[in-house]
């Protein structure tokens, strides 16, 4: 079983359209959580931070459901320019030291 | 702030033959720099973490004897892919952890180094 668990996509949206992503993962120490972006054959970029309470920042919505081991992402009013893959990220502690599992992406094509 | 280059951006190599990628902070020293290899349609994959003066840590499954890492001072980390096959073509994107933040928790990411190995 992979570490962090993506749906691949691609969703496929028109613009102004709502989107929601879905991730989960598998072990139960992880102890922070992200989204990141990345454009094609680009490096990624942090969206931002995910926590237990749920964030908000502008149209995008984070929430963290640790007991379900779930984590989400919703994008509301969808722009031409959030086509892109959005990456969810868990940081363990494994081996002595912190780092950081990506899940594969979830493809985003919004369309005019 | 916080902006983390590599060279070269892509490279076209021979079989057989070796090549260094380098990553650098430019704006910041870092401690802890990430080296990661991201497949098509996969997910970054952690290939190592390097601290300024000490020996990296690898993943498991990932050659250390075939991925040298250097991490000399607190701006550059090289990578070394020794006897490059096609199989190790890939994209290699490394990150950096600012001096005084707790790494994994701020990483800024290099552009990436697009490797093509005939």
């Known amino acids: 079983r992979k570490e962090v668990e993506q749906d691949p996509g691609p969703f496929n949206v028109p613009e102004g359209a709502t989107v929601a992503f879905n991730c989960t993962y598998s072990?139960?120490?992880?102890?922070?959580f992200f989204w990141y972006r990345q454009d094609c054959r680009k490096e990624p970029k942090l969206l931002m931070s995910?926590?237990?309470s749920g964030n908000e920042d502008g149209r995008f919505t984070a929430q963290l459901n640790r007991a379900s081991q779930y984590i989400s992402l919703l994008i509301r009013d969808s722009k031409l320019s959030d086509s892109a893959t959005y990456l969810c990220?868990?940081?363990?502690?494994?081996?002595?030291?912190?780092?950081?599992?990506f899940g594969a992406g979830t493809r985003l094509a919004v369309h005019p | 702030g916080a902006v983390v280059s590599q060279h070269p951006s892509w490279v076209i190599c021979k079989s057989g033959t070796s090549v260094k990628i380098e990553c650098r902070s430019l704006?910041?020293?870092?401690?802890?720099m990430f080296w990661y290899r991201q497949f098509p349609k996969q997910s970054l994959m952690l290939m190592a973490t390097?601290?300024?003066?000490?020996?990296?840590?690898?993943e498991q499954g990932v050659e250390k004897d075939k991925f040298l890492i250097n991490h000399a001072s607190l701006t550059l980390s090289t990578l070394t892919v020794t006897s490059a096959h096609p199989e190790d073509s890939s994209f290699y994107i490394c990150?950096?952890?600012?001096?005084?933040?707790?790494?994994?928790?701020?990483?800024?990411f290099g552009p990436g180094t697009r490797l093509l190995v005939l």
């Open positions: 990150s950096a952890s600012p001096l005084g933040r707790l790494a994994t928790e701020t990483q800024y």
């Open positions: 072990n139960s120490a992880s102890q922070s």
């Open positions: 995910v926590y237990s």
């Open positions: 990220v868990v940081n363990i502690f494994s081996g002595g030291y912190n780092k950081l599992i």
């Open positions: 704006d910041f020293q870092a401690t802890t």
């Open positions: 390097s601290n300024e003066g000490s020996k990296a840590t690898y």
